[in-house]
């Protein structure tokens, strides 16, 4: 079986998008490799990315040549039509709003997944209206459309008229990185790199308004333990220093606060460990579901906003706030008692399961398989 992807956001950009491909790809060419999978992308560049897929022996990556000057025009329309079918390729698997026009009409075996049904990440209302009308003219020819969770899954049927037979829901997977063990020594060796404090709550992330930071400080501020700081990993924003530093004044948790930029990935494992909990104060997007996964995957407890999603992702192993005097009440309780740390991180892990590289794999294959399978009885 070939596969073939569209592969620009999964490459090129750093975005939900092109995380949630990778780790696909990853899952597939690890337990499947005896397939090929073959990445189109209009930007013949090389970056990190596209180094670590070269490292698959099952994964190609293919550009337009270089006679063809509309490289944008080439991947949304016929060309990467006439590409896929030079290469054999049995089936293409778009993600967004990447899935080239020239298929309508082909009876070409495509799939579609939404990782933001209703593009509320857009930049723009004019973007988000153009993606939503190209994926709504996917929707009409794709054979599956895919969805990260039932509560998307709902609003691409609802949204976007599609019946609820060609809908499927593929949970992601947890990143690899997660199982990866570290040493004792390392902890204090990291602390000092990082100048971490003794005891603290993470929060990796943006540091926009919709992120929802005020109220993870309004729950630091409402802990018993006052002892407690919070460490938030990301690069800074003229949100964070106009609005979110003054406010940390204004609780009064300025001293109990500390931002780092960033974490070398192979550090992030052990910085999660050594945090107290790791908090997901908005739980509505695609990366926030990757957040809970791979939060609880390495052992972290995890507290985060409450919401369909988060239960369905996060299941019996995470604690679900309303308020953020909820939270800090559920939270305190929780870090004040040894065994129900070890219960919830025990809980967590068992519910990771469901998460697993391998159950990816295995849905996703199976979906490829079906959409083959109708084309050939369609034809016969």
Known sequence: MVVGYGGRKIIMENNDTSYYGRILIKALATYYPDNYYILYSPQNEHNKRMTALFNEDSVRIKFPRNHIHNKERWYTGNGIVRSAKAHGVNTYHGIDDGVSSGFNGSNFPTVFTMTDPLFKGANGWIQRMLMQRRARKACKFVKRVIALNEVDRQTIIDHYHVNPDNVEVVHPCFYDGCDE????????????????????????????????????????????????????????????????????????????????DKVHQADLTAVVKMAQAVIIPNTERSRDIYKLINAQRTGAVVICKDSPK????????????????????????????????????????????????????????????????HRRLFQE
């Open 181 to 260: 063990s570290a040493p004792e020594n390392m902890f204090e060796i990291l602390r000092n790199k990082y100048h971490l404090p003794e005891r603290f709550v993470l929060y990796k992330g943006r540091f926009n308004k919709d992120d929802n930071i005020i109220e993870a400080m309004k729950l630091l501020h409402e802990l018993r333990n006052r002892n407690i700081s919070i460490v938030m990993l990301g690069y800074r924003t003229d949100y964070f220093d106009k609005v979110i530093k003054e406010k940390a004044h204004d609780l009064h948790v300025f001293h109990r606060f500390k931002q780092v």
């Open 310 to 373: 988060a239960r369905e992702i996060g299941g019996d192993g995470a604690l679900y706030y309303n308020d953020f005097r909820e939270g800090a009440e559920m939270l305190s309780d929780v870090l004040e008692d040894d065994n129900k740390i070890a219960a919830l991180k025990q809980a967590a892990r068992e519910n990771t399961e469901r998460f697993t590289g391998k159950v990816m794999a295995d849905h996703m294959i199976h979906i490829y398989r079906s959409v083959l399978m």
